[in-house]
């Protein structure tokens, strides 16, 4: 983002592209919050906060809450998006007609598409074309810490690496360091397949599994996503950076990942209905989980962990059985493909 005085849009104020936008404004770049729902854009330009998802996150000054597309995206050629992997395509099918021709889009939303197994910037391709840049952010963040301005890293990919390296300085102050990368798919498929790892993890504490369980699975499911990734064309070193080891540790091990509650929810028998519910919030593993298995069976990669939550999830495997199952794997080499 070349120009510090030029305008730029976030679209989806969650809890995670509410955060963006505040990091946005911090660096000193004048940014446009646009929510779907009209109170709650109401609300959060009368109490300057997103009181529902970052009540101790003020807003800073030169960050405004828009009302339509139309007044986000005028004269704004940077956009981020942050909402959830099911309503990607529909959300840049309505901003297509709304693009300038130079305008360049990122987003922070993590997981295949359910319908397509399609990873976020296929879609991006598949609806607006090969001709424009694209980027993601991704990395071991957490939108609270990241709103109130603690120390945090991610990573920005693109095959643009002009325009991965605007998006790090644009984001980049005291509190924050945004490194690059031009693995656009590797930095994706450690967003996707984390959540659903995460979900285990909760499970596994849950059930009082023990820390060397808990250090088992971050460890495997790396292998699984690394695996899944490199099937896919990433570059395999992707994984051991903060879009890799750093997102699954930290949504693995820390409560204030959804994904993580979700799996304790389950684990103290709630049905998934009734931890969805109480989350309150996407949880993103829950869907990845069966992308995931689908992309798994397409691609011919084996997944045992995520295949056995999946199996939790959508086939009623009591998670006993699943970890029974995992241990009972036929014994081979640790680094066999």
């Known amino acids: 983002m070349s120009d510090a005085a030029a305008p730029l849009a976030v679209l989806g104020a969650g809890s995670w592209g509410t955060a963006l936008a505040i990091q946005f404004a911090r660096a000193g770049h004048p940014t446009r919050l646009w929510s779907r729902d009209p109170a709650q854009q109401v609300a959060m330009a009368k109490s300057r906060r997103n009181s529902r998802y970052l009540p101790d996150a003020p807003f800073p000054e030169n960050l405004s809450v828009v009302r339509s597309f139309d007044e986000a995206l005028d004269g704004v050629s940077e956009i981020l998006i942050a909402v959830p992997s099911h309503a990607l395509r529909s959300l840049l099918k309505e901003i ?101 790892l995460a979900v285990g993890a909760g499970l596994a504490d849950g059930l009082g599994f023990g820390a060397n369980t808990r250090v088992a699975l971050i460890t495997r499911g790396l292998v699984e996503m690394t695996r899944l990734g490199v099937a896919l064309g990433a570059q395999r070193e992707t994984f051991m950076g903060l879009a890799g080891l750093g997102d699954l540790v930290l949504t693995c091990t820390d409560d204030q990942s959804r994904n993580r509650r979700f799996g304790l929810l389950l684990a103290a028998g709630k049905s998934v209905d009734e931890a969805l519910r109480e989350i309150g919030q996407v949880v993103e593993g829950y869907l990845a989980a069966r992308a995931l298995h689908q992309v798994a069976a397409r691609e011919k990669v084996e997944m045992p962990i995520c295949e056995g939550i999946y199996s939790l999830l959508y086939e009623g495997l009591p998670a006993r059985e699943v970890v029974k199952a995992l241990m009972a794997r036929p014994i081979k080499a640790e680094f066999s493909e």
């Open 96 to 196: 297509a007609p709304l693009l300038t021709t130079d305008a360049r889009l990122a987003w922070a939303t993590k997981g295949f598409e359910l319908e397509t197994g399609l990873l976020p910037h296929q879609v991006a391709r598949a609806v607006l074309g090969t001709t424009r840049s694209f980027a993601v952010l991704s990395g071991p963040t957490f939108a609270r810490e990241v709103g109130v301005g603690l120390p945090t890293a991610m990573t920005i990919a693109s095959a643009d690496a002009e325009f991965a390296n605007a998006l790090a300085r644009s984001l980049s102050a005291s509190n924050f360091r945004a490194y690059t990368s031009t693995d656009i798919i590797g930095v994706e498929v450690g967003g996707a397949t984390k959540n659903v």
